[in-house]
């Protein structure tokens, strides 16, 4: 088994369930954060050598036979790719209709975008995709910042601050190169090494009440935004840990991921894709225990109690694209953990058949598609009737939900 330089593992016993303090290497002043009035935390930093080197593991794949399914996956790619800018900039927001890119980009979205192509690289076997993501990769890569008398390890740098999310994503963008490409290096940059000090400011992120500050603001101080908050951003932070698990063997990132999963699973139901996704990485990696079981069915219940909803024309295939992947997750997860899974595939067809519609050249709105709407935009998502805009997370989370179904559709043909 592969496994990362022991002496680089971090001892688990300082770790108190109220506080993260893990060695020297953690800053110790988010709790000054939690005041009305948050005032700047003075950090002492003892630098901690970080191996140059990593044996690296070969990752687990699961084959995907060709299908239309597949295609629009990989048409969704040629979409990506043919947008994407000669500096490696991905598309973020267009309207089709009048081809508007008027739109303030999110970089965090972006990062996802980028992860999306080494999806279908893999997918597809064609290193196109992958040259298309890093190019991407070493572009979004110059938002990474690292202070260390401020802040502890690298932080995704957008918008004044270093949001949670796009630290997250960036783990999530190398985890799907490595699954891809075998590989953990780009030009000179070692982005295991990258991971895993993305990796400690997820960590050090950590509130008291055991979930998250979502926003950090590394400028003089440093300080956390206590009234930041976004619903994906917990189970974004809980799958980046599960990747830096997979792709590192070591324990420490495991035991913080137990930690995060066992508040979120006490936490409110909603449609939280990014826990679902974690819940098939810790079936596969680990083993789901009964209240993760219960947690996950009552996700898809919830997603499929509001069908009727989700369906309406009025609706977006952004969001419904993400219900797809919540429900191919949690399909695997159960499969794994040898529960009934079945019922779940009839509900997912019901929102590809939705979200398929809305893929160009299809359209289920009457828009007059054009040839150079198809030479422009074709194989890109438009989100509604009402707004016919393509959107980098709406065709991320297309990628993402329809690997992870016929990912799942392959598990369960080789039973």
């Known amino acids: 088994m592969f496994s990362v330089v022991k002496s680089f593992s971090l001892p688990l016993k300082v770790i108190t369930p109220k506080f993260l303090i893990i060695g020297l290497i953690f800053f110790i002043g988010l709790s000054a954060c939690a005041n009305q009035n948050p005032t700047p935390v003075e950090i002492t930093i003892t630098a901690t050598p970080i191996p140059?080197?990593?044996?690296?593991?070969?990752?687990?794949?699961?084959?995907?036979?060709?299908?239309?399914?597949?295609?629009?996956?990989?048409?969704?790619?040629?979409?990506?790719?043919?947008?994407?800018?000669?500096?490696?900039?991905l598309a973020y927001q267009v309207n089709i209709i009048n081809d508007d890119r008027a739109y303030a980009p999110s970089d965090i979205r972006l990062m996802a975008g980028t992860g999306s192509l080494y999806t279908i690289c893999r997918v597809s076997d064609d290193s196109k995709y992958c040259n298309a993501g890093d190019l991407a990769l070493s572009h979004y890569l110059e938002n990474l910042i690292s202070n260390p008398e401020r802040f502890k390890g690298i932080c995704f740098y957008t918008n004044g601050g270093c949001a949670l999310g796009g630290t997250s994503m960036t783990i999530d963008a190398i985890y799907k190169r490595w699954q891809a490409t075998g590989n953990l290096t780009l030009e000179d940059k070692n982005l295991i090494a990258t991971a895993i000090d993305l990796g400690y400011f997820i960590i050090s992120m950590r509130k008291p009440d055991g979930g998250f500050y979502h926003s950090f603001d590394p400028h003089f101080g440093g300080i956390v935004d206590e009234n930041y908050f976004v619903g994906t951003f917990n189970g974004e932070s809980l799958v980046a840990?599960?990747?830096?698990?997979?792709?590192?063997?070591?324990?420490?990132?495991?035991?913080?991921?137990?930690?995060?999963?066992?508040?979120?699973?006490?936490?409110?139901?909603?449609?939280?894709?990014?826990?679902?996704?974690?819940?098939?990485?810790?079936?596969?990696?680990?083993?789901?225990?009964k209240d993760d079981i219960t947690y996950a069915n009552e996700i898809a219940n919830i997603i499929i109690a509001g069908q009727v909803r989700s369906l309406n024309p009025v609706n977006t295939s952004n969001s419904t694209a993400t219900k797809i992947e919540a429900l191919a997750y949690i399909g695997q997860a159960f499969y794994l953990s040898d529960i009934d899974s079945e019922w779940i595939e009839r509900e997912i067809q019901t929102f590809i058949t939705f979200v398929s519609a809305r893929q160009l050249p299809n359209t289920n709105c009457n828009f007059e598609i054009t040839d150079e709407m198809i030479e422009k935009y074709n194989g890109g998502i438009f989100s509604s009737c009402e707004d016919p805009s393509i959107r980098i997370d709406g065709l991320q989370n297309w990628i993402n939900g329809i690997t992870a179904f016929l990912e799942y559709k392959s598990m369960i043909g080789a039973k």
Not at 66 to 89: D, M, T, W
Not at 247 to 253: A, L, R, V
């Open 52 to 89: 140059t080197t990593f044996p690296i593991r070969t990752p687990e794949i699961i084959s995907i036979e060709n299908s239309p399914l597949k295609k629009s996956i990989i048409e969704a790619g040629n979409y990506l790719v043919r947008q994407q800018l000669p500096n490696g900039e």
């Open 241 to 289: 840990l599960l990747q830096l698990y997979e792709m590192t063997e070591n324990d420490f990132w495991l035991e913080q991921a137990h930690e995060i999963n066992d508040y979120m699973i006490v936490q409110p139901i909603t449609e939280d894709h990014k826990h679902a996704h974690a819940f098939a990485l810790l079936a596969r990696l680990d083993k789901l225990d």
